[in-house]
């Protein structure tokens, strides 16, 4: 009798810690949830201005070539 109970609790403690992991994750989520949901509403207000974004220019090698694949010549197919 004692066994059966002492197992019931060790599946009690095991399946707490695993719902206390997946309200940790929940939590993380709802969190992102709600700063998008805020940026949404930023959005949709009338007075919104889209800004773009400055890109920076590509780097380039001492070589003066940028990165990245090579180009496929004609002659080595």
Do not use: F, H, W
């Amino acid at each position: 009798m004692a066994t059966a109970d002492l197992n019931k609790l060790q599946q009690i403690l095991a399946n707490a810690e695993e719902n206390d992991a997946v309200l940790s994750q929940i939590r993380k989520q709802v969190t992102k949830v709600n700063e998008l949901m805020t940026e949404l509403n930023e959005m949709l207000e009338p007075g919104y201005k889209v800004v773009k974004k400055e890109r920076k220019p590509r780097a380039v090698n001492a070589n003066g070539k940028r990165p990245g694949r090579p180009r496929k010549n004609a002659s080595a197919e």
